[in-house]
Nanobody
Framework: QVQLVESGGGLVQPGGSLRLSCVASGTTISLDFLAWYRQAPGKERELVANIGRFGGTTYGASVKGRFTISREGAKNAAYLQMNSLKPEDTAVYYC?????WGQGTQVTVSS
């Protein structure tokens, strides 16, 4: 059974930063294709970033240059560093590996 637990969300002012974490159990995260998605109220879930088994990364157009995905094998964790946050980044952020999803963490960008 794979479990993914996100944390690190919260309220931040525009221009601020947050780092989301996704801690995995039941899988070796360094060997997985892992993605971060987000879903804002009334909108479809969208891809934020992903990282492949050999470290290749892809970013959504709206976050490219501001967000960075990474992972740490020793902690079996993945991260999403979010800088220069904008109000339109407000959403619930989810960690995804294969068919498994975390419960999500709320990010709110507001002054």
């Amino acid at each position: 059974q794979v479990q993914l637990v996100e944390s690190g969300g919260g309220l931040v002012q525009p221009g601020g930063s947050l780092r989301l974490s996704c801690v995995a159990s039941g899988t070796t995260i360094s060997l997985d294709f892992l993605a971060w998605y987000r879903q804002a109220p009334g909108k479809e879930r969208e891809l934020v970033a992903n990282i492949g088994r050999f470290g290749g990364t892809t970013y959504g157009a709206s976050v490219k240059g501001r967000f960075t995905i990474s992972r740490e094998g020793a902690k079996n964790a993945a991260y999403l560093q979010m800088n220069s946050l904008k109000p339109e980044d407000t959403a619930v952020y989810y960690c995804n590996v294969g068919r498994w999803w975390g419960q999500g963490t709320q990010v709110t960008v507001s002054s």
